[in-house]
């Protein structure tokens, strides 16, 4: 084979060519999400193929009362499906609870514990649009850590430092909540009382939450939660999640729920990993 002349400017030419082309694509890989963007798939109903999930799971509830380390343990069934226009759901079925005899008095309370970490883990609308989010840190992994402060918090700073204009503003309500999260001089017009003052999320870019935490003025409530991908269907593998609460007679007492979720069936299919 002989050899292939190639001209000076046709090099130039090519070399130039794959100079914008690997530029292109730096760029859409370095492009960052806003927060808009990724709050909206972490809500959207829309562009989402309707599935249902079944699994069995085990739960470990375990508190530190009075000292002493006790467990709870419970067995059931999960259930998750999205209709088409509507959120994600997830529903649980207690089929047993093993709760040490200190703690059977508050059974109920064990078992509402269980079932509002799963069915309202995590994605609750109302917890997002009840702070002025901005975005943190572009983690590894297309993952984003997203900070937010209270609004009615945003509101006061804005009333002593802003303009009453500025409330409707979403870019400087955001510039202010960034600066009351991260300025160590605003803590303590930060920090009060109520309901949680500020919170952290972490998401990837196709709207998955990993981590949630609840900041509070007597400390953090937070849950962490890991995925397996089932026929492309991105569903909970492990969930760790802060229990926090109070018992009457014993006060606010520690806890941490751990649920582990086996035996996933896709669409009454079993599904192979």
């Excluded at 799963?118 to 009840?130: G, K, L, R």
């Excluded at 509070?216 to 269907?233: A, F, H, K, L």
């Amino acid at each position: 084979m002989g050899d292939m002349k190639v001209s000076p400017r046709a090099a130039r030419i090519a070399a130039g060519v794959c100079g914008l082309l690997l530029t292109a694509v730096a760029a859409v890989w370095a492009q960052t999400p806003t927060v808009d963007q990724l709050l909206t798939r972490l809500f959207s109903t829309e562009g989402e193929d309707p599935y249902e999930l079944t699994a069995d799971f085990t739960g470990r509830l375990t508190f530190v009362v009075r000292g002493s380390r006790i467990t709870a343990v419970a067995i059931g069934s999960f259930h998750e499906s999205r209709r088409p226009g509507d959120i994600r759901r997830r529903k649980v079925i207690i089929e047993r609870l093993d709760v040490p005899l200190l703690l059977r008095p508050f059974t109920g309370t064990r078992k509402r514990i269980i079932e509002e970490k799963v069915e309202a883990q995590s994605e609750s609308q109302e917890t997002f649009h009840a702070h002025d989010i901005f975005l943190a840190q572009e983690l590894s992994a297309r993952r984003y850590l997203l900070v937010g402060v209270h609004r009615d918090i945003v509101d006061d700073a804005l009333n002593r430092y802003g303009k009453p204009q500025d409330k409707s503003d979403i870019a400087i309500r955001r510039r202010i909540a960034h600066w009351l999260f991260t300025s160590p001089t605003m803590r303590e017009f930060l920090v009060r009382p109520g309901p949680p003052y500020a919170m952290r999320a972490v998401l990837d870019d196709e709207g998955h939450i990993y981590e949630l935490t609840l900041l509070y003025d007597w400390g953090q409530v937070g849950t962490r939660i890991v995925y397996i991908e089932i026929n492309s269907v991105p569903v909970w593998r492990n969930v760790v999640s802060d229990a926090n609460s109070e018992l009457s007679g014993l006060g606010r007492v520690e806890g941490e729920l751990v649920l582990v979720f086996t035996n996933h069936c896709l669409n009454c299919r079993p599904t192979k990993r």
